[in-house]
């Protein structure tokens, strides 16, 4: 069974421009998770998605988004770049009864310089 | 909401010595807790989780944790590390439909 799969491996940005990063879940599970894991400050929670809706936000500013598509990819988007926004991105999965049992993928390195 | 404590972020120790690691959380509802693991290179992946009963969870790799309540705690313990067990470990706790981690312990093992 393949697992979570994120893409790019390595992302780097400019301050001030856009980033969009991309997460496919686990076949069947239709609940998609964001968080940030930035040096020193462990995993925050960002965003979670089900059924192309979403469900729960961190305390994040509005220019992170990001939004489901019909076959339950992901994708995240950052706004206006700022250098503090350098960080791992994980994406996680979940069956939609489940959500406490989250499968990760290996994350999106971004780099704002 | 919830939120999570660990302490001494950084722990370098010995093979054969034991391991515990410390959490606290805050959060009024029912908890679900975790700890994750990520391995050098490797994905974050679930090492135990508590979610009722026995509060003495075992888990893979001969990790055990202890929910005990009145201190809003949920220990990790391995009783004989390995090399094998540098890592980072990551408490969480479930609530609101939303895990939140703490900080992470890395966890240095000298062979």
């Known amino acids: 069974e393949a697992g979570v799969t994120q893409s790019p491996t390595h992302l780097i940005k400019t301050r001030g421009q856009q980033a969009t990063l991309r997460c496919s879940p686990i076949?069947?599970?239709?609940?998609v998770y964001w968080y940030q894991q930035a040096l020193g400050l462990g995993l925050q929670f960002l965003l979670w998605?089900?059924?192309?809706?979403?469900?729960n936000r961190g305390n994040f500013p509005p220019r992170f988004s990001g939004r489901q598509f019909p076959n339950y990819s992901s994708e995240l988007n950052v706004n206006a770049l700022e250098l503090e926004d350098s960080a791992l991105y994980l994406c996680?999965?979940?069956?939609?009864?489940?959500?406490?049992?989250?499968?990760f993928g290996p994350g999106t390195r971004l780099t704002v310089t | 909401a919830q939120s999570v404590s660990q302490h001494n972020h950084h722990v370098i120790l010995s093979e054969a010595a034991s391991l515990e690691l410390g959490c606290n959380y805050s959060?009024?509802?029912?908890?679900?807790l975790f700890w994750y693991v990520q391995y050098p290179g490797q994905h974050l992946q679930l090492l135990l989780k508590?979610?009722?009963?026995?509060?003495l969870v075992k888990g893979i790799k001969g990790f055990e944790a202890e929910f005990i309540k009145s201190k809003f705690s949920f220990n990790l313990r391995k009783p004989s590390v390995q090399w094998s067990d540098t890592a980072e470990y990551f408490c969480?706790?479930?609530?609101?439909?939303?895990?939140?981690f703490g900080k992470g312990n890395q966890v240095v093992v000298i062979p």
């Open positions: 996680a999965s979940s069956v939609p009864v489940r959500t406490y049992e989250q499968y």
């Open positions: 998605y089900d059924e192309g809706e979403e469900r």
């Open positions: 959060y009024g509802g029912t908890v679900n």
């Open positions: 969480a706790v479930r609530g609101n439909n939303r895990l939140a």
């Open positions: 076949s069947g599970h239709t609940s």
């Open positions: 508590y979610f009722s009963g026995d509060p």
